[in-house]
């Protein structure tokens, strides 16, 4: 099996990437320690604060966003990070040549119960038309990321990422300590019947989305045999979808402040959808291309439908 490294230069990135994607995975590899800890870190359980989305924030949340926070910003080759957990773009090197946007740690509802959770993260060239420590350093499209990938913690720590090539599956050998290729190419199959919804907001959908999921679980024969599979962690439910196939959607709905769902375009659609789509499938926003969608925001939410590529285009073509 290969390691990392040598598979990154193989696919063309130039060292200074390679030195960036270490500094995120070195944070990666003290996460996955904890994670593993679990209450014997002391690790578990909630703070008192909440974080700019109004989310009561777990302790392992504000660890995990401390350590990559901290690792980022002694690199000198940052500009400037954002995190999910950050009200504002946090400035790093003004003379940086790339700017790093992360979800530290992506679905913490299941870190209690020792559910799948994971780190999701982003690179861009950094902007010379704007201050190093501006948010307007992020306003980028997702066609524009360099690197994108995640790292999913469970019964073993996998890498699932992509610097615009395939999208490649590494494993965390805890021997030495190294992230080894374990799946080459990651392959979406064109279709699948599963699905993952949240369907506790099945209330709040318009009526396409509430028709298109009655269909779906009433198994009219465009749906024929459909299963539901839901993590409460997008970026578990996005490696399976990677894994075996079907769709990932997240409608927006009638509450305030969910209009577009609660999916950030910046540290969740865009760099799922880039592994997503450099794997075959197909990432879309009512419609749009999620990779095309001019962001204007740094907190931004939008629906999204993502996964293999029929399924995505029936659940389009039935909703918008």
Known sequence: MKRLIPVLKQDGVSIDLIMLIRTVLAASKEISFRVSQGALAGVLGSTLDENIQGEVQKKLDVLANQLIKDMLLADDSVRAIASEEEDHVVGGNPQGQYIVAFDPLDGSSNIDINGQIG????????????????????????????????????????????????????????????????????????????????????????????????????????????????????????HRVLSRGGVFIYPGDKRAGVENGKIRLLYEANPLAMLVENAGGLALSNGQSIL?????????????????????????????
């Open 292 to 320: 095309q969608i001019a962001p204007t925001s740094l907190h931004q939410r939008v629906p999204i439908a993502m996964g293999s590529k029929l399924n995505v285009e029936l659940y389009t073509a039935a909703t918008t």
């Open 119 to 238: 780190t999701i993260f982003t690179i861009y060239k950094a902007r010379d038309d704007v201050p190093h420590d501006s948010d307007l350093q992020f306003s980028q499209k997702g066609a524009d990321q360099l690197c994108a990938g995640y790292v999913l913690y469970g019964a073993s720590t996998l890498l699932v990422m992509s610097t615009g090539g395939p999208t490649r599956c590494f494993t965390l050998d805890q021997t030495h300590g190294g992230y080894l290729l374990t799946q080459q190419t990651m392959r979406v199959p064109e279709k699948r019947n599963e699905f993952a919804a949240n369907m506790a907001n099945y209330r709040y959908w318009n009526d396409a989305n509430r028709q298109f999921f009655a269909d779906v679980t009433h198994q009219d024969e465009k749906y024929d045999k459909s299963s539901m599979r839901w993590n409460a962690a997008m970026v578990g439910d996005v």
